[in-house]
């Protein structure tokens, strides 16, 4: 009997292998990702970056409300965190007035989110991923908004904006707002993975789900848009790496969290041929024991690099409601390379933000863009050098 159970159990994982094998030979052989769609357009790219450098801002939450006022049909988000009051109420008056609402929201955010949406009204849907405990390894990281998905005046705001009080006041971060069709279908079809329960590692059994999910030949620009998670070389890391690999003259980023040994390399690497890397990061992740700051602290050590933290960022607001030992977070995900392109989203530089979470990030080189997530850059330089 244990023999004909270990031949059976042989066997079984015999079959698996020869089932499987053309899936993992075509994961690992892959040697570059490949986008879901090329598309020529014969237009311009039309967006625009709001950036919160200033402490005490409402730039976010006025540009969402106003949306979220001027909605004809539905309002698709997927959101990591929310503690907005006036969002809640405003949204809850679009649901009572014909919008369809729909949330798709992490379960590990259920306590703050089932407090902050009480009474939702009729319209309105929460949809919770991430709720079974073999998935608590992965987070629905996403910050993205689409308004009127299926009609030609639709709008997707995308960026690393968590909707909360703190984080628009506090921490400088984004939002990218476009009207551009093809933009905005492809986050209405990451919405309606999520809510239809291929979040995480579970869209690897999507077969139209690829990381690289498009790229878009403007006549003035290219955009790449990258979802997570990533397979191999399929995925943001790759991508992270090979604009490090290109560069010329000079990098410039500004992270939150950044833990990855292999982009910390290529970083030395560039640096060691000439090319000058600026990194602007945040003062509590830099001394966390997996920083990539600490674990590879030797990499850094170069006439190129130079690290700055925000730990001087004055955290003193206006109002006075925040008390002054409170922190404040870069929350960039952001890389400028030769003042040429850019790449920015909601991953951190982290094995999960590339392999296991749900993210989202750009790759342009337009121009109005690049310039304005560097003028941030150098905002950021200049008031943490000064002195």
């Not at 994982?13 to 052989?29: R, V, W």
């Not at 991923?129 to 639709?154: A, C, I, R, W």
């Amino acid at each position: 009997m244990l023999l004909f159970s270990l031949g059976a159990f042989t066997l079984l994982l015999l079959s698996l292998a020869f089932l499987l094998f053309p899936f993992l030979k075509s994961i690992l052989t892959v040697p570059h990702y490949v986008a879901a769609q090329e598309l020529q357009l014969s237009r311009d790219f039309h967006a625009s970056i709001f950036l919160n450098d200033a402490l005490d801002s409402h730039i976010f939450s006025d540009l969402l409300i106003g949306k979220i006022q001027s909605s004809h049909e539905t309002i698709q988000a997927a959101i990591y965190s929310i503690d907005s009051q006036e969002i809640r109420d405003e949204l809850y008056a679009a649901a009572n007035r014909g919008i369809q609402v729909s949330l798709v929201l992490d379960y590990r955010k259920h306590s703050q989110h089932a407090q902050l949406f009480l009474d939702p009204p009729e319209n309105f849907r929460i949809i919770e991923v991430n709720t079974d405990s073999s998935y608590l390894s992965q987070y629905m990281h996403h910050k993205f908004v689409v308004f009127d998905g299926e009609m030609e005046d639709s709008t997707v705001l995308t960026g690393a904006w968590n909707w909360t009080i703190l984080q628009e006041m506090l921490d400088p971060t984004f939002v990218l707002e476009t009207q551009d069709p093809e933009v905005v279908s492809v986050y209405v079809e990451e919405f309606w993975r999520l809510a239809e329960g291929m979040n995480g590692t579970k869209k690897f059994g999507d077969d139209a789900y690829k990381p690289f999910a498009r790229k878009l030949l403007y006549n003035d620009c290219f955009v790449e848009i990258w979802f997570a998670p990533g397979i191999t070389k399929n995925s943001i890391k790759q991508r992270i790496l090979d604009l490090i690999e290109t560069s010329r003259k000079e990098i410039r980023i500004m992270v939150w969290r950044f833990t990855d040994g292999d982009i910390a390399r290529a970083l030395r690497r560039q640096a060691e041929k000439g090319i000058r890397i600026t990194l602007i990061a945040d003062d509590y992740n830099v001394h966390l024991r997996d920083s990539a700051f600490r674990t590879f602290d030797h990499l850094f050590d170069h006439e190129n690099i130079d690290i700055i933290t925000d730990a001087k960022r004055d955290i003193s607001l206006s109002q006075g409601q925040v008390s002054s030992d409170l922190n404040s977070f870069l929350h960039h995900h952001t890389m400028i390379v030769d003042s040429e392109l850019v790449l920015f989203g909601t991953n951190n530089w982290s094995e999960r933000g590339a392999f296991q979470n749900d993210e989202n990030m750009i790759v342009t080189d337009n121009d109005l863009i690049v310039q304005e997530f560097e003028k941030s850059f150098f905002y950021h330089f200049e008031a943490l050098t000064s002195n």
